[in-house]
């Protein structure tokens, strides 16, 4: 009775066996193979009464399945190294694409050396502590809230160097504008701002760089140059209402004489060739012939009247101009 339970028992467990392998293909090995081909052989021994042979064939299948067993566990845990492995590489070339190698050096540095030892676990085939390794990556080091922080990190890096190139710009803009001569103050805090906003850069404390540059933006803002642009129009007038000349020396020019006409024409006295006879009325009196205004000579100082909200000083020389 003995041999027939412990006959039935270890065909119960072949049975048991051949079901599960069927199920995964994790269990098609060669071990399971012959386990079930001993088994198929205990089976023809036990119906053709040779029950000894039939236990023996039995426990050789057992024996077999058991190998086959730990194979496909070996086989499953390999597989989940793997994919651990792949996981780990993702995380950690997503946090290398938001600067982690700079921002965070040391979670870095400590995910590098995890994943480092899950490699060295895996080409051991320690594939459990291997999976356990590569999983920390993600799961301890590198988590979801640490590229949160990175992409935190990385936003106020960008804001950091647009509000730097924004800051030059607009410096740079009030400096033609002459921010030195009409405002030297703001010029200064705007500098200095600058300056500091530099370092922190440098420092990568981007928060702090972004805020430094702004307040250039806030100290040089549009109604400043506005009103930069509006005292350097006003000093370019002022200054070309200075170069007026009062005075014109006639221009020895084979190719285009001097008249009434053509001097009255430079931009530089009326810009207009009609108004020739405000000057040749102020000088009339220079002349030989005073009723013909053609009869001017080279080196004769004619004085150019002013217009309405003119100032004229000094004298156009043809020598100075050379």
């Known amino acids: 009775m003995k041999t027939y339970t ?18 995964q293909n994790l269990l098609d090995n060669e071990e399971f193979r012959r386990a079930r081909e001993l088994q198929r052989q205990a089976q023809e021994a036990f119906d053709a009464g040779r029950f000894n042979e ?6 050789e299948a057992e024996a077999a399945a058991e190998r086959g067993q730990e194979i496909a566990e070996r086989t499953r845990d390999g597989f989940r190294a793997a994919n651990a492995r792949t996981i780990a590489r993702d995380r950690l070339s997503q946090a290398q694409s938001l600067n982690i190698e700079s921002e965070l050096p040391d979670v870095w540095a400590e995910a590098q050396t995890a994943f480092d030892r899950g490699q ?4 051991d085939e320690e ?40 800051a030059r710009t607009r410096l740079d803009r009030a400096e033609e504008l002459g921010i030195a001569e009409e405002f030297p103050d ?6 200095d701002s600058f300056a500091s906003g530099n370092d922190a850069f440098d420092s990568e404390q981007w928060e702090q760089a972004r805020d430094n540059f702004r307040s250039v933006l806030n100290l040089i803002d549009a109604n400043m ?25 006639v221009r020895r020019i084979p190719e285009r004489r001097d008249s009434f006409w053509r001097i ?4 530089f ?9 405000r000057i040749f009325e102020a000088n009339r009196d220079l002349l030989q012939d005073p009723d013909n205004p053609d009869l001017i000579q080279p080196g004769m100082r004619f004085r150019i009247p002013p217009l309405d909200g003119e100032t004229r000083s000094g004298t156009w020389n043809p020598e100075d101009a050379r």
């Open 225 to 249: 140059l506005a009103e930069l642009q509006e005292r350097q129009r006003a000093r370019a007038a002022a200054d070309q209402e200075a170069a007026l000349p009062e005075f014109y020396i």
């Open 264 to 267: 009255a024409e430079y931009e």
């Open 127 to 166: 594939f459990v502590p291997a999976r356990s390794s590569f999983l920390s990556v993600r799961d301890s080091i590198i988590t979801d809230d640490v590229l949160s922080e990175l992409r935190t990190i990385g936003g106020l890096r960008i804001e950091a160097a647009e509000a730097r190139s924004n």
């Open 269 to 277: 006295i009326y810009n207009n060739p009609w108004e020739w006879q």
């Open 6 to 23: 412990r006959i039935v028992i270890g065909v119960i467990a072949i049975l048991f066996v051949s079901s599960f392998a069927s199920a």
């Open 186 to 191: 703001i010029q200064q805090q705007a500098l």
């Open 120 to 123: 060295e676990e895996y080409a």
């Open 54 to 59: 039939s236990i023996e064939l039995s426990e």
